[in-house]
């Protein structure tokens, strides 16, 4: 044989050996430090296109060497970090896009490992943090309503990979998310979330009410609907100041029969306002099927003057495409309507078990078979951009992220009580806030 193919065989053969005799007397980081160097040595004699991975797997076949095999693939990680390459990846959508009066984005999505990295790490934060305000709530830390937003990760990762803070982003009551992809941090999602100072909103808006004025989020809404004439707005002057922004107006199946939502319609398409329709479509309004309360549940071609866009709102890159679509289209002719085919975990509110109108087999295959995370993991093992480990890892990193944040949110105070007449009249004419008495001033504003 070739000498370099020696080399290449003797520098394994030497890393197995010296693996074999040490994984039963020596510890295992000794062990992965050892193949680690031989490893190296070999990399040096291999083809370009070769992977080490390539070497290992005639043991796969073994018996013997199983245990073997479990460490020496565990050591991989050691010499292939976590990819730093930013070459462009070209990747499918899961599914086809489906259009009402105009064309369809191509199912081709320009990404690269950095970006699927990313949306891992982002998704993995927001599933977290979701969990962690179930447990708060249950442990009576949150009061009041809390609308969770677990499974629909996918559509908040992919808006944002699509647009810039200039465009403007506003939203119904399931807005935590939403918030952390416009920038928002997580102690003052969890300080808002427990009525604290420290809050986004300082504490008064709690769950629905988050805000980021400085990276246009305009808020979680309460009242169903009603964001979405205010979205409109937010496109009228986007219009007037010729920014070449867009606006955000999202709202979910259950608004989709609100009469506000065909009026802001109606004036979007006659003065052709860069608004974009989102519905957030995860097949329940409440505890009611979408069958059961649209004769049409079809929304994307609702506008019926105005066009729209079916999009897989499990499949991040399928957002990407979609929104970045939208934008451009807004752009230049004005509404469109985007509908993203997604899902929640929870039940519509903490106060619902979300167990009575649909089964568990149900959600449980929705996980199995179209969770937003679980697609970019195989993903980004399938393009071999990091191992299972090192995804495990992250997720670590975010459970410990979202505990630190939690920690630091308590240590916010509560608001003082004279901010209940703070933020309701306009300030610089003097108005005073008095209680139900009438008998005592409790604030002036300035």
Known sequence: KKKKEHSIGNSFFIGGVLCTLTYQNTKQSN????????????????????????????LAGRSRSSNLLKTLTAAISLVRPISTDTTPLTIDTSLPFTSHKCDTPSRAVETDPQELLFFFRQMALMRRMEIAADSLYKAKLIRGFCHLYDGQEAVAIGMEAAITKKDSIITAYRDHCTFIGRGGT??????ELMGRQAGCSRGKGGSMHFYKKDSNFYGGHGIVGAQVPLGCGLAFAQKYSKDESVSFALYGDGAANQGQLFEALNIAALWDLPAIFVCENNHYGMGTAEWRAAKSPAYYKRGDYVPGLKIDGMDVLAVKQGCKFAKEYALKNGPIILEMDTYRYHGHSMSDPGSTYRTRDEISGVRQERDPIERVRKLILSHDLATEKELKDIEKEVRKEVDEAISQAKESPMPEPSELYTNVYVK??????????RKEARAVLP
């Not at 992965?32 to 390539?54: C, K, V």
């Not at 610089?428 to 008495?437: I, S, T």
């Open 428 to 437: 610089g004419y003097g108005v005073e806030a008095f209680g139900p008495d």
């Open 186 to 191: 997580l102690p003052e999602m969890f300080s």
């Open 31 to 58: 062990l992965l430090i050892i193949f680690r160097s031989s490893l190296l040595s070999a990399a040096q004699h291999l083809e370009p296109n070769s992977t080490i991975d390539m070497a290992l797997s005639q």
